[in-house]
């Protein structure tokens, strides 16, 4: 699943008209991320983003995208939250499918701390644009 996004990302194009763009970059590998985030309501309309990097962060924030696009900010807020405890879980959470869909694949990249903040930095960037 992982590979699949990395290779057809989902939203990976940005928008020219967006409500809050932030630019993130993982200065441990280099892993880079421009999101756009367009609401209406406090809904969220539209995600796109562009970026360069490992499969990992590549393939999470194409996931982010699809996963939390027509839903409430408070809706993606607790998404994000449990996003990041999964993260943070060390590999001791298999995650709420419920809650994170697809994203509970990225249970496994928890076991790796180097590969978290990989696996979050799409995660991060959204959540800075929310609170714009």
Known sequence: MILDHYKNP???KLSSTFDAQVHHI???CGDEITLNLSTVEG???SITWDGQGCSISQASVSMLSD???DKTLEQADAIVKSFSELM???GTAAGDPEVLEDAVVF???SKFPGRVKCALLG???FKDAAIQ
């Open 107 to 109: 249970a496994g990249v």
């Open 43 to 45: 809904v969220i309309t």
């Open 10 to 12: 989902l939203n990976k």
């Open 26 to 28: 993982n200065p441990s």
């Open 67 to 69: 996963l939390v696009t």
């Open 88 to 90: 943070a879980s060390k």
């Open 123 to 125: 995660w991060m960037a």
